[in-house]
């Protein structure tokens, strides 16, 4: 991973621009939550695409997109700040890892293959992976698998979060303009993704003007 850019506040956050081994641009960041200290709760959040063909409205990722990032550079992303801050033991109560800086994770498979192996990368007994997404049609075997790995290897200790932005379907068409999970769609899979000990799954809405 080469660094073109860095910015923020060591007390706050730092965003990164960076270049992968195959020459992708990457933006990605570290932020903790004053007052609470680094070494209580630590938030990563990584690419999983090189911008998105999504286009939501508020999200400047959909300017442009070039493709999605394999399984190694999404790593290179995590394992940057891992080893800028410690090494691959992380001795973070909340080690949070999320999917969510610039690109829809649920098209891109890779992530599956980061989410396989980041226990076995990572001596990090406070990891706890999150994905935010959209939720577009056709993805529906990527969310399978993802079930699959959060009993395997997440259980209790995964935050998923649907991108929703509004509950008038008309609105969230023109927010999010491509084909995706209806919300009785998003809450059967709720219901069968969130078990006992699991952690609620949350919905996301992005603070703007009427539209």
């Known amino acids: 991973m080469k660094i073109l850019e860095k910015f923020g506040k060591e007390e706050i956050a730092y965003v990164y621009l960076g270049e992968t081994s195959r020459g992708n641009l990457v ?27 999504v286009q939501c409205m508020m999200c400047d990722a959909g300017g442009f997109y070039k493709g999605k990032l394999t ?5 290179e992303q995590i394992l940057y700040l891992v080893n800028t801050r ?3 033991k992380v001795p973070v109560k909340k080690f949070k890892i999320q999917f ?8 891109n498979n890779e992530v599956l293959e980061v989410l396989k ?3 076995e ?45 509004s509950t008038d379907e008309k609105q969230r068409d023109k927010i999010i ?10 809450a059967l899979y709720g219901e069968k993704f969130v078990r006992e000990g699991d952690r609620k799954v949350t919905l996301n809405f ?3 003007e009427k539209i």
């Open 177 to 186: 303009p491509i084909k995706k999970w209806n919300f009785e769609k998003i």
């Open 27 to 53: 933006e990605f960041v570290e932020s903790i939550q004053p007052p609470i200290p680094r070494d209580e709760k630590w938030v990563l959040i990584v690419s999983t695409l090189n911008g998105c063909p």
């Open 117 to 119: 192996e980041l226990p």
């Open 206 to 208: 992005a603070l703007q």
């Open 121 to 165: 990368i990572l001596d990090a007994p406070g990891l706890l992976p999150s994905i935010s997404t959209v939720a577009p049609i056709g993805t529906d075997d990527f969310f399978e698998e993802l079930y699959e790995i959060k009993e395997k290897f997440y259980r209790s200790r995964f935050q998923l979060q649907f991108s929703i932005h």
């Open 86 to 88: 410690y090494s691959k």
């Open 71 to 75: 399984k190694e550079e999404i790593l």
């Open 100 to 107: 969510a800086r610039m690109g829809e994770p649920a098209l």
